[in-house]
């Protein structure tokens, strides 16, 4: 079993940052992937961004590159979404998710999921 716990979320302006930290705990999970989903109010989940856990390739939505990057400490079992330029649109429910290698915008792919942090971002 792995467990993500998300933080960071809360409520900026538009333009804003934030970070968004996903700690894994649990099973040694050096050859996982990790990704962000998030999910508007009304609106099915959607892909964000995901990285593989040791190799660093990255994978994002086009709605956020440029915007948002993904990285991950190895050492700290933890995965960072920093958001840049935040935009009204980026309001969601953000969670993290954990996956056997797969890196890539399938959420079905994943195997394990946060609770999500709330983000709002205020016009």
């Known amino acids: 079993q792995v467990q993500l716990v998300e933080s960071g979320g809360g409520l900026e302006q538009a333009g804003g940052s934030l970070r968004l930290s996903c700690a894994a705990s649990?099973?040694?999970?050096?050859?996982?992937?990790m990704g962000w989903f998030r999910q508007a109010p009304g609106k099915e989940r959607e892909f964000v961004a995901a990285i593989t856990w040791g190799g660093g390739s990255t994978y994002y939505a086009d709605s956020v590159k440029g915007r948002f990057t993904i990285s991950r400490d190895n050492a700290k079992n933890t995965v960072y979404l920093q958001m840049n330029s935040l935009k009204p649109e980026d309001t969601a429910v953000y969670y993290c998710?954990?996956?056997?290698?797969?890196?890539?915008?399938?959420?079905?792919?994943?195997?394990?999921w946060g609770r999500g942090t709330q983000v709002t971002v205020s016009s």
């Open positions: 649990g099973r040694t999970f050096i050859y996982a992937s």
């Open positions: 998710a954990a996956g056997r290698g797969y890196i890539g915008s399938d959420d079905g792919r994943y195997n394990y």
